[in-house]
């Protein structure tokens, strides 16, 4: 039976600056309209954090039963090592969605109703990215839906409960947290591009191969400091968001030197910190601004 230290690496909280930094964001986007609702921003925070939490776990079980993570290089998972029964490792998946979707609807019913399918949304793309017949986590498309979900949504989202409405300002900033959130799954499937092959698993890094995935990390690094040049048309605090650069570079040196397999984890990492770095700077910006 895993041990409660355990279940905490298995929710891998390595991976909870995908959910911090877009709430960050997005609450630094509402400032700019001078419109923030600290209880709301707490509620998306929740629903962030579960919804993170839970796709993690609903990835252990999935890839735990088809034997995805048999011979696995990266983070503890509780079903490829043995340590939970898959049974209990989907309850754990299913409450922390539950928890998400608890807080989505508190939002939802004060805010707008069509929140609701956004949330039921967000929900199938987190069970399906590994569950089911035919994940499409399987097919290269991951990618697409952590800058869906992780970025567009969870920034806009989380500005749009507090301003009720959007503007251009909260799109460049989904776009640069939805980059920064692909990195990190990019880092991590690059690292498993072995194994992936082995096990059946096509991954956008599979289907690119390791040179073109390298490149792939370092584009969607750059992207959310070009997004910081666009957002000083809004304030020039803006530009504070370069204060996260050094820290993306360092983010992205394993990638570039070659580095694989263990050697990778600290990209994983250095990513998460970069994102928050940027995500805290700009929205801080924006308010001020």
Not at 26 to 42: H, M, R
Not at 139 to 144: A, D, H, P, S
Not at 204 to 208: I, K, P
Not at 237 to 241: D, M, P, R, V, Y
């Given at each position: 039976?895993?041990?409660?230290?355990?279940w905490?690496?298995?929710?891998r909280?390595?991976?909870?600056p995908?959910?911090?930094?877009?709430?960050?964001t997005?609450?630094?986007?509402?400032?700019?309209?001078?419109?923030?609702?600290?209880?709301?921003?707490?509620l998306?925070?929740?629903?962030?954090?579960?919804?993170?939490?839970?796709v993690n776990?609903a990835?252990?079980?999935s890839d735990g039963?088809r034997?995805t993570?048999?011979e696995?290089v990266?983070p503890?998972r509780?079903?490829?090592a043995g340590?939970?029964r898959?049974?209990?490792?989907r309850?754990a998946a299913?409450a922390?969605?539950g928890?998400?979707a608890?807080?989505?609807?508190?939002?939802?019913?004060?805010?707008?109703?069509w929140?609701v399918?956004?949330?039921?949304g967000?929900?199938?793309?987190?069970?399906?990215?590994t569950?089911?017949?035919n994940?499409y986590?399987y097919?290269?498309?991951?990618?697409?839906?952590?800058?869906v979900?992780?970025?567009?949504?969870?920034v806009?989202?989380?500005?749009f409960v507090?301003?009720?409405?959007?503007?251009w300002?909260?799109?460049i900033?989904?776009?640069?947290?939805?980059?920064?959130?692909c990195?990190?799954?990019?880092?991590?499937?690059l690292r498993?591009i072995?194994?992936?092959?082995?096990s059946?698993k096509?991954t956008?890094?599979?289907?690119?191969g390791?040179?073109r995935?390298r490149?792939?990390?370092?584009?969607l690094?750059?992207?959310?400091f070009?997004?910081?040049?666009?957002?000083?048309a809004?304030t020039p605090?803006?530009?504070?968001?370069l204060?996260?650069?050094?820290?993306?570079i360092?983010?992205?040196?394993?990638?570039r030197r070659g580095?694989g397999?263990p050697?990778?984890?600290?990209?994983l990492?250095?990513t998460g910190?970069?994102?928050?770095?940027?995500?805290a700077?700009t929205?801080?910006?924006?308010?001020?601004?």
């Open positions: 039976m895993a041990t409660p230290a355990q905490l690496e298995g929710a909280p390595r991976t909870l995908n959910a911090v930094a877009p709430v960050i997005g609450t630094g986007a509402a400032a700019s309209l001078n419109a923030t609702v600290w209880w709301k921003a707490l998306a925070l929740v629903v962030a954090v579960a919804f993170v939490v839970g776990y990835n252990d079980y039963i034997g993570d048999d696995r990266g503890l509780l079903v490829g340590l939970a898959p049974a209990a490792v309850t299913f922390c969605l928890v998400g608890a807080a989505g609807l508190a939002l939802a019913a004060s805010t707008a109703w929140l399918l956004v949330g039921a967000c929900i199938a793309a987190a069970w399906f990215y569950g089911g017949r994940p986590g097919r290269g498309f991951g990618e697409i839906a952590v800058f979900c992780f970025g567009l949504v969870a806009l989202g989380t500005q507090q301003a009720e409405r959007i503007d300002v909260g799109l900033a989904a776009v640069a947290i939805g980059c920064f959130s990195a990190v799954l990019v880092t991590n499937n498993d072995p194994t992936d092959i082995t059946g096509t956008l890094a599979v289907r690119l390791d040179p995935t490149t792939l990390h370092l584009v690094l750059v992207v959310p070009l997004a910081s040049l666009v957002l000083a809004r605090w803006a530009l504070s968001g204060i996260a650069l050094p820290m993306a360092t983010a992205n040196a394993p990638v580095a397999g050697g990778l984890i600290p990209a990492r250095d910190i970069a994102m928050l770095a940027w995500a700077a929205a801080l910006a924006l308010g001020l601004g």
